[in-house]
């Protein structure tokens, strides 16, 4: 079978991480789609209007080295609320759901909008605290000047601004196995995401 499994949950919840190991478990393609919204939303900080940036994003500014700063990610999160937006990106992320070796993609609406089809789907969330920690410390170990209290409140307002907002609001699909991971290793979610998803389908993992 083509496998496809959906991950959706809040800012630093651990969405990318437990769909890296996923990917790698059932040998599976990985999308980071919050990428796709970093990279609309660091167009517009040069002055591109958000649907022309969305509509002419090429690979390279997927890979732009400044993507995951606290001003990107915002930007991501203001342009992310426009319909058009969403639209102009939404082909990609179906067609890369649909690739044949299958897939896992990340994001806040890919259970309920991009892949309400898949197999699998995860909400992958934490406590504000836990997960302002997790950010914080990704942000001050890569250089960043930070603290946790101005991190703690970016997430609290671009979870806001996500969860609120009319065009796709983050939120757990129906279907959706919800995973607190406050209080877990990583290897401790990853180990009970991937027993979910044999049970679920039957797919046993490689490694
Ligand atoms: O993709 P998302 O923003 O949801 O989160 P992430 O980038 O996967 O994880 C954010 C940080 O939390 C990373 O540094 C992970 O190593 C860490 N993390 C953790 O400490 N415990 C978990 N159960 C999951 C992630
Ligand atoms: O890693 P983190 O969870 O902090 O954020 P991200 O997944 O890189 O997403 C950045 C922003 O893009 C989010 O705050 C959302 O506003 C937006 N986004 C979205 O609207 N829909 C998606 N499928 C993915 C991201």
Redesign the pocket.
């Given at each position: 079978m083509r496998l496809t499994i959906a991950i959706?949950?809040?800012?630093?919840?651990g969405?990318?991480t437990l769909s890296r190991a996923l990917a790698e478990a059932f040998g599976l393609a990985h999308l980071?789609?919050?990428?796709?919204?970093?990279a609309t939303?660091r167009r517009t900080l040069d002055g591109t209007p958000p649907l022309e940036a969305a509509q002419t994003l090429s690979a390279a500014d997927l890979e732009a080295d400044d993507?995951?700063t606290p001003d990107v990610?915002r930007a991501?999160?203001?342009?992310?609320?426009l319909p058009e937006v969403?639209a102009a990106l939404v082909d990609f992320?179906r067609a890369f759901a649909r690739r044949s070796g299958g897939a896992v993609?990340?994001?806040?609406?890919?259970g309920t909008v991009?892949c309400p089809e898949a197999e699998v789907k995860f909400f992958v969330t934490a406590s504000d605290q836990v997960r302002a920690e997790r950010?914080f410390a990704e942000l001050r170990d890569s250089g960043h000047e930070v603290t946790l209290d101005g991190v703690l409140k970016d997430?609290r307002e671009?979870?806001a601004?996500?969860s609120a907002?009319a065009a796709?609001p983050?939120m757990p699909a129906e279907d959706a196995v919800v995973l607190d991971t406050s209080g877990l290793a990583i290897d401790a979610v990853v180990a009970e995401a991937i027993r979910l998803v044999t049970e679920k389908t039957g797919c046993q993992p490689a490694t």
């Open positions: 959706d949950g809040p800012a630093a919840a969405k990318g980071d789609t919050g990428l796709i919204y970093r939303g993507l995951r990610a991501a999160s203001v342009v992310a609320a969403r992320q993609l990340d994001g806040r609406d890919i991009i950010r997430l671009r979870d601004r996500d907002r796709a983050m």
